[in-house]
């Protein structure tokens, strides 16, 4: 079992920007496909941005051209980058990982129960 833990969630003014950050002490994630799933009570978690190994990420209509996934697999770490923040964003973010099992996973990144790994969440608020 993977443990990730976020961090980086707090309250920003519209417009505003954060760093999430989803680390995994102890495990190595370089064989991982992670992505960053924004839940609203209520609702079901839909993918903010999903990277398959070393690919350039992938993100959801919304979310494209203001965040930027990275990750650091030296520091067994994923990051969300979220710029030009919109009360719309506001949402507790989880990350999540699972193994790297072949290119399907280009067709899966965005679809969270493919992924059986996840963290504890980290609040975002985004006031107007």
């Known amino acids: 079992q993977v443990q990730l833990v976020e961090s980086g969630g707090g309250s920003v003014q519209a417009g505003g920007s954060l760093r999430l950050s989803c680390a995994a002490p102890g495990d190595s994630l370089c064989n991982y496909n992670m992505a960053w799933f924004p839940q609203v009570p209520g609702k079901e978690r839909e993918a903010a941005a999903a990277?398959?190994?070393?690919?350039?990420?992938d993100y959801s209509d919304s979310t494209k051209g203001r965040f930027t996934i990275s990750r650091d697999d030296a520091k067994n770490t994923l990051y969300l980058q979220m710029n030009n923040l919109e009360p719309g964003d506001t949402a507790m973010y989880y990350c999540a990982a699972d193994r790297f099992t072949g290119s399907i996973w280009l067709s899966w990144r965005l679809i969270p129960s493919k992924y059986n790994h996840w963290g504890q969440g980290t609040a975002v608020t985004v006031s107007s």
């Open positions: 990277i398959v190994r070393y690919d350039a990420g």
